[in-house]
């Protein structure tokens, strides 16, 4: 009698509160989506499209027939596609070297490697501007310039994404077990082949999602654009800024909005497809476990060519922003920082740390709380709704971020949601960006938790929460404060949005150099990259602060 009640009594039960978990779960991300995403970007197409009452459809076949539009249209693919494998073939060594060896130096390395994603992109424009551009580094030394070139969007993209690949997929090749390899080996493949039939197919739901990160990156990429291609390139992303706030041509905005959001939701698709088919449960291990010093002239020869990447694609141009920012003597940049001058700024400049500092944090646990409920639903594999849902928290990431600003302004300004001056409003529009980086960084290391406790815990009586409590947190605590380090770094990088919301008086770090550098003089230029070089710092420390946490395979300190 007991045998039957356990056997087929629970499992209607079981199943009803699976559904019922997964859609409470999936609940408060879609309504945040809902009215922070869908609705402003709705509201600034509608604005756009709509005349007297009516949609103009017919737009975008006037806007696609533009060859000007084509050309943007063509550059911003193609170059996306090259930087996402120019940054793959560069930066998977990298993620190698970080999962596997052990040297010193390694957790500073780490954060060092980290900080160029954060920086905002007008920053990293300028300092490779001064790094290959007219008087540049390479230019005084070998007579060399690449700015108005596409080696040099090519090469900026990379500095900006060999984080993504290194955090995302070293951070799984780290914990998983090197022994499957090593039996492969046993058993007669070669180092090679153990590692395509072995690790490469465990690693692929990763690969797949930092290639998708990169790539949306680069097809929405904005300031690198805007800065080192000059007239001759530019992307989506610049001709929706130029649209909208240089044209006023609202119209046109409208329709490259809706084309960037299709073609998203298509890679989207076809990403979700392959995820699917190369999903496989994980065998997960300390990660401290599996790194060794390097063994023989290959590793090394491996660790010093990884090395002098870094330093020349990561370090050199944080160089010349630090050197830049030390050009007069006496700190007088640094200086100049803590004075007003009553021009573009309703306070002194140094006032923009604190404030991009407490809008990283309130974004941060905005976002951990949405990405996490949103890696739970996911976690719970179940037909198309979920699959749909998976693809709707990477929208932001392929939309215009200027195109999410300014429907913010447009959108929340009434009852009930009247947020325009609200101090809210740059850290939710900051959460978008964050939430994707927290579902991708949490859902591999979910999914490889074996189902089996899941399910003998719903056995035992455990909710849904306690499930997840004492089963998936344990097991997911180092990736959940790595979701939420990059969150906070990502956060404090964020400037297309925020560069539409972002108060005079409380001005945010990237919005405060993209000031700066857009008046003239050498004191301008000088404060901007005495904040950015702040900024790095701030970053540098915070990454760092994160490396220093280690957890076992079973998530414990």
């Known amino acids: 009698m007991d045998l039957a009640r356990t056997e087929v009594a629970p499992r209607p039960r079981k199943d009803l509160r699976g559904s019922a978990a997964r859609l409470g779960l999936m609940a408060v991300p879609v309504a945040f989506f809902g009215v922070f995403f869908a609705y402003p970007v709705a509201a600034i197409v509608a604005r756009g499209l709509k005349v007297d009452g009516v949609w103009r459809w017919g737009r975008i076949g006037d806007v696609l027939m533009q060859s000007d539009i084509r050309h943007v249209l063509w550059f911003t693919t193609w170059q996306a596609l090259v930087s996402t494998a ?182 989207l698709a076809v990403h979700a497809w392959t995820v699917r088919r190369r999903e ?79 809008y990283a944090l309130a974004a941060t646990v905005i976002a951990v709380l949405i990405g996490g409920l949103a890696a739970a639903a996911l976690t719970r594999r179940a037909g198309r709704l979920v699959r749909g849902f998976d693809a709707l928290l990477m929208l932001p990431l392929g939309v215009s971020a200027v195109t999410v600003g300014f429907g913010f302004l447009i959108a929340l300004d009434e009852p009930p949601l009247n947020l325009r001056s609200s101090w809210l409003l740059v850290p939710l529009a900051q959460a978008l960006v964050g939430v994707p980086f927290v579902v991708r960084t949490m859902l591999p290391v979910l999914r490889a938790v074996d189902g089996r406790l899941r399910e003998a815990a719903a056995v035992l009586g455990a909710s849904p929460w306690r499930v997840w409590r004492e089963v998936d947190l344990p097991m997911v605590r180092r990736a959940l404060l790595v979701a939420a380090g990059f969150a906070f770094a990502v956060s404090l990088g964020e400037f297309g949005a925020t560069v539409f919301i972002a108060r005079p008086d409380n001005p945010t770090l990237p919005v405060a150099v993209a000031r700066l550098l857009g008046r003239a003089g050498d004191l301008n230029y000088g404060q901007a990259m005495a904040l950015s070089t702040i900024l790095m710092a701030v970053c540098a420390v915070a990454l760092l602060l994160l490396e220093r946490v280690r957890t076992t395979s079973t998530g414990e300190f």
């Open 86 to 267: 120019l940054t793959l073939l560069i930066a998977l060594p990298g993620s190698y070297v970080f999962a596997r060896f052990d040297f010193r130096g390694k957790q500073i390395l780490r954060a060092v490697v980290t900080v160029p994603f954060v920086l905002p992109t007008v920053v990293v424009g300028t300092a490779f501007l001064a790094l290959v551009g007219r008087r540049g580094l390479l230019d005084e030394l070998w007579g060399l310039r690449l700015d108005t070139t596409v080696w040099a969007i090519l090469l900026a993209h990379v500095f900006f994404n060999y984080a993504v690949v290194v955090r995302t997929v070293g951070g799984l090749w780290a914990q998983l077990d090197p022994r499957q390899e090593e039996a492969a080996r046993m058993l007669g493949a070669s180092r090679f082949a153990a590692w395509r039939k072995v690790t490469l197919p465990a690693l692929g739901p990763a690969v797949a999602a930092a290639a998708l990160m990169v790539f949306l990156f680069t097809f929405t990429s904005f300031g690198v654009v805007q800065i080192l291609g000059g007239p001759t390139f530019s992307t989506l992303e610049v001709e929706i800024y130029r649209q909208t706030s240089e044209i006023f041509d609202l119209s046109t905005a409208a329709v490259l909005t809706i084309i960037q959001f299709a073609a998203v939701g298509a890679i």
């Open 280 to 358: 496989s449960a994980l065998r997960l291990v300390d990660a401290s476990m599996t790194a060794r010093r390097p063994r023989g002239a290959g590793q090394w020869a491996l660790l010093a060519g990884v090395l002098v990447s870094i330093a020349v694609l990561l370090v050199l141009p944080l160089a010349v922003l630090v050197q830049r920012s030390l050009d007069a003597p006496g700190f007088t940049y640094y200086k100049a920082l803590t004075r007003d001058d009553g021009g573009i700024f309703l306070v002194a400049p140094i006032e923009a740390i604190g404030n991009s500092l407490r």
